[in-house]
């Protein structure tokens, strides 16, 4: 007797999987959000306040523009960075507003 | 046993904000709430303790909503443990790194071993194995994220839920106005109270990241067993906007409801003691979960406050404990 | 320079752990298992054995500890008996699930209520389900080769499971007998070092267990489950192995005593197997054609070496040394994979179950005969009469 799993159904060998190196890619939560944070980059002081106030890390510096940067992929549309941020550089858009806005997944997870 | 050098690394203390680790060890790409404070923790932890980490994530919401489905956002080894059992595992995994290292199987540094259980997997249903795991002195980090419930099954009480709180398990009614009867236990004080291994225990709160993270650092440099208690405010369970969570941590500092202090060798050295407390009532305005309190549930939440900040400065004189030899 | 010696199976488990130079042992104190800690301790004090001697806050710790352990890369080892190992419960799937291929080493105690050191075959029976590897001694000799066998089948890539190497508290943990201990070389020759597939690394970093949906899960219990039909071809090539290197007979699925001509047979796992084989050798002076079966595993079950080891006799018998409350058979375990073994023979033998050695009494060579009586009613009625008997018990 032989018991076969599809290929498409195989789970990983006692549940182990890789780590992630930059991104889990297989969980994005983009469409979570409702509202977006727009950010002056003019008001900005760089002072990384809104970099380390997300859970989602949605936040980073590029070196080259040596600006903040914001991570469409993954901001979950929570709010922190805008209330937290002291130089008033951050403020909500609705999602709506924008045409790569309310994401929508092609299947749920 | 004669002493091996375990490669221990020295973590050294962030400076800045912009001078903290750019990687991320804990990676976009997770389930948890908007605006989760436990998931801020953890970012927070995994960047200050960099990539010589393995993580043991008991049951809760850190490891449920983390990692679903068949997918972490740990860039750093992980491991599941039962809610039961944080700190027997790290014990497991500690002792097995270092009989390697002993027998030359392994001679990479001594990982930071990390344990990040919620309240329920620290001082209740896991107590036990956190307990042990002091008293026999592994070389691990132990971190009770603090959301003040058993949040992930969906906001029941914990033995660190405050008085009057709101919970499916204390839900306020005709005969119990107050929800909750019960005032919280003290989760480092558990620690600090009987385990003679024990070097260095502090409190850390999210709104606080720098002072957070190179409490994580200290903690990892320690040799022995460490044990940090988080503030983690959760916008669910405590029913605040999620834009809010870090207000909330702040508000809980400035009123007392939190102190942020570390015990290092029997002394105690308090990080922020505000010039002057706010009422509880400024924090409690915010939270769904107190809405239901009359005047005197309030005041009975301001004693209890005003009794643990009253022992601030007492505590700071006390008789100095035997402090251990360096090394040990 | 291989010794003989007389060691109780306490001993001879601390004996063979050392041999195989366990990294990791977890301990707690539990009648009647607690001895084997007690020497590993002896032995990590003086320098015999190098391992990290972790003293367990409990049965459910030392479990906990030991996956840990074996998670990131180290052979590790822990035991225990009665009510020691249902509090360890909660971990028995997460191990067998995660694959993590530790050892526990069970001396058997009959379950609370109220306390009984005697042993009784209940406490790990109860976990068979949980996906370990699991099988009964029933010599201190067995205990020690065991141990070894274990680990190399759990160990080896095709199998990955953990295991639990069970012995009957007092009868074998405590009274000594002959024991072979082989040299140092034997053991590696046989025994390869533990290589985990994914240990939890600084320089390859992995996730173990994220959580899953239910349609994950089937697939999950479906690997497990086919894990199962490779672990007999893996127990053949170590139990051959084992045979050829250190000299001994072992069939690798049961042990069979004077079964070539047998009409009745008794089907009996662990210490009372010895017993019954006196038993045998006397019946068989007064023309009773009697004989054993021995499953020197419980999971895998030997279903297809069971049923033709029993295909030709005239009735069987098993000695239940565990209870199964209000089962199929309301007597005990065995009883039930005996009859599902044989179901699918052309002709079945009628089949019983004596109940006998529960809280730890002995079965005494009277109350064989007294079984064997009965067995030779059903083999001459064809039929069985009764489920179950329960030794002592029954009016004469």
Known sequence: MSINVPKDREVPFGAVTPAPVNQQELFITSNWRIIRPIIDHEKCTRCFTCYISCPDSCWSFNEKEEQMEWNWKFCKGCGICINECPADALSAAPELDFPDGVVRLEKPF | MQAFDYKKQILEPIKSLQGAPRAEMYVPGHRTCAGCGPALNYRLTAKAAGRDTIFVGPTGCMYVANSSYLCTPYAVSWIHAQITNGGAVASGIEGAYKILARKKKYDGPFPNIIVMAGDGGSVDIGLQAMSAMMYRGHDVLFICYDNESYANTGIQISPTSPYGANTTFTPPGKFIPEGNTLFPKDPPQLVIGGHPAVKYVATTCVSYPLDLMNKVRKALNVNGPTFLHMLSPCPKGWKFDEKLTLEMGRLAVQTGMWSLYEWENGEYKYTRIPKKYKPVSEYMKYQGRFSHLKEDHIAKMQAFVDEKISKIKAVAVEAPVPTPKAGA | ?396
């Open chain 3, 1 to 396: 320079m291989a010794q003989e010696k007389m060691l109780s199976g306490c001993a001879a488990a601390a004996q063979a752990a050392k041999l195989a130079e366990v990294e990791v042992i977890c301990s707690y104190p539990i009648r009647p298992y607690t001895a084997i800690m007690m020497e590993l301790a002896r032995m990590v004090a003086n320098g015999e054995l190098d391992a990290e001697f972790i003293h367990g806050e409990g049965e459910h710790a030392q479990l906990s500890v030991v996956l840990g352990a074996s998670a990131a890369g180290a052979r590790a080892y822990t035991g225990s008996a009665g009510v020691g190992v249902t509090y360890a419960g909660e971990l028995y799937s997460p191990m067998a699930g995660g694959r993590y291929p530790i050892q526990m080493a069970i001396a058997d105690r009959t379950l609370d209520p109220p306390g009984d050191f005697g042993s009784e075959h209940t406490d790990a029976m109860t976990f068979r389900d949980q996906g370990w590897l699991m099988g009964w001694a029933s010599t201190p000799q067995e205990v020690f080769d065991n141990t070894l066998i274990n680990y190399r089948v759990g160990e080896d890539p095709r199998v990955m499971l953990p295991q639990m190497v069970c012995q009957d508290g007092y009868f074998i943990s405590h009274i000594p007998d002959k024991v072979i201990l082989p040299e140092s070389a034997q053991v590696k020759e046989f025994l390869p070092p533990y290589k985990a597939p994914h240990p939890l690394s600084l320089t390859c970093p992995v996730s173990h267990g994220p959580q899953i949906r239910p349609d994950q899960g089937a697939p999950m219990d479906a690997q497990r489950a086919a894990t199962f039909l490779e672990v007999p071809k893996v127990i053949e090539e170590a139990t051959a192995d084992f045979n050829r290197i250190f000299g001994r007979n072992y069939n690798p699925y049961l042990e069979t005593y004077q079964m070539d001509d047998a009409e009745i047979a008794f089907f009996v796992q662990g210490a009372h197997a010895t017993t019954c084989k006196s038993a045998i050798r006397n019946l068989r002076k007064q023309g009773v054609k009697a004989g054993l079966v021995r499953p020197r595993w419980v999971r895998p079950w030997p279903t297809l070496q069971i049923a033709e080891a029993l295909s030709n006799v005239k009735a069987v018998g098993t000695v239940e040394t565990s209870t199964s409350y209000g089962g199929a058979m309301r007597g005990g375990n065995l009883i039930h994979e005996l009859r599902a073994s044989l179901y699918d023979l052309p002709v079945r033998p009628p089949v019983t179950s004596f109940m006998g050695g529960l809280g730890g009494e002995v079965v005494l060579l009277d109350d064989f005969y007294y079984m064997a009586k009965i067995l030779t009613q059903m083999a001459k009625d064809k039929k069985t009469h009764r489920h179950v008997y329960w030794i002592g018990f029954e009016e004469e």
